[in-house]
């Protein structure tokens, strides 16, 4: 029967070749591309059960997002676009794990769990970023997929938040827009243009964006963007992989961490610049001041921004609709400060990772939740009441948030710059919102970093003993000094993160804690 040739096929095209184990995680499967055909077969796999037990369409991503080139990387995503519930991810790391003879044990132990029918018609799509392994591990999982009967649909290139976009139209039976990527930048330009004649652009406003795309998926997107916005948004794409490589020296996760400009592109003062991450899930902006100094305009700036202005349209609108943000223990001290203080916007912080940020997003109407590095998106569970009161308020959350799972690159650069252009503001009056305290992001190999666990939304920490003590102590040494330390969930690291008065301070202070880490 067609589990056993499934498992016929494993042994055979995409064998296990290494025993070595290895799990899905927060952002799925990731490690270097070499060790992952047999894992993508698998996923295949996986997926044609997925969709039985859905009885819908499910979507295979694979990426490994701002890793180096040569990792890889693969996840599902679940029917309407969100990230597969734990017993799925648990399902996917015994499958991947077990020997090639052992899959037809696993497979039998996933249906009987689920109470799969295995004659339901199984849909799934894919879709790749642009690493040179991305193609032939595209081709392991559709293989995968076709073993169990399934029926592939390959998209060949695109950005993950597409795929997620992609997956849930299908499933909402095209009402919410067309599964395809004529449909899915049509409804952003269309939403970007109503929102920009309807509440005019202030004539401060440039509409130039020099793009840096991590020489990723994300160039080749925003040029067919752009291909739709005429003038009203000029994308200057630079980092488009005809040169670089991807996300060496570029890309979100770059320019946040070492908070420098990417190599890649002529960086001058006036002007506004972006970063995607290597998957385009990921924006971060920054500008170069008139002394030539660099600023980051991180998640925590783009959520302020966004926040604020969402704010004005509820207070305005007179309407009784609660708005709140979600942010991690990365967020900028000041950010914080900034909302709760002055805009009088409650703030809740989660443990690192989207879906917890997605998640506690739904306990507000309007819900903002950004990490500091640029992943992040507005949930709205009341759109249809927006819909009669406030007109774009109900265009933003319908035409550039709704799908977003997961935040999305350039529905969140079209979200920036519509605040932007309605303010007629430059980079720099965004920046002067507030003023980020200073900090420092530090990575410390250890020998086994699920030594340390947290507590409190990961901002202390419960083990090893007097580790969180140490922390404290070191802290109270320096004004405005916060600092939390706490295992990685994507990388084999512990990461320390302090921030302080100046820079000398941010940096002595991860340095120190990095020390008592170690
Ligand atoms: P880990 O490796 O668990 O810190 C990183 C990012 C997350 C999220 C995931 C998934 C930081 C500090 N952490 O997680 O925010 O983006 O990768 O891609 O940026
Ligand atoms: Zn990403």
Redesign the pocket.
Known sequence: DAIKRAAAIAQDKHPRVKDQIITYG??GFRTRADDLDHVMYRMGLLAVLASQSRKATIGVMITA?HNPEEDNGVKLIDKLGEMMPLEWENYATQLVNTSDKGIPAVIKSIVEAEKIDLNVKAKVFIARDTRPSSLSLSQAVLQGVQALDGHPFDFGLLTTPQLHYMVCCENTNKNYGEPTEDGYFGKLAAAFLKLQTESGVKRAYSPKVNVDAANGVGASKARQLQNMLGSLLQLNISNDGTQGKLNYRCGADYVKVQQCAPDGLAIENGMRYASFDGDADRVVYFYLDNDNKFHLLDGDKIATLVAAYLQELVTGSGLNLNLGLVQTA?ANGSSTNFLTQKMKVPVACVP??VKYLHHKAQEFDIGVYF?A?G?GTVRSLNIQYCKIYLYHLHTILEHFCKLQTVGDAISDLLLVETILAYRGWSAVDWDNMYTDLPNRQLKIKVKDRTVVQTTDAERRVTSPPGLQEEIDRLVSQYKNGRSFVRP????DVV?VYAEAETQEYADRLACEVGQVVY
Request: proline share 0%.
């Open positions: 927060t952002a997002s990365y690192t990772g990490e590095n992943h990685s969930g994507t990388e990461r």
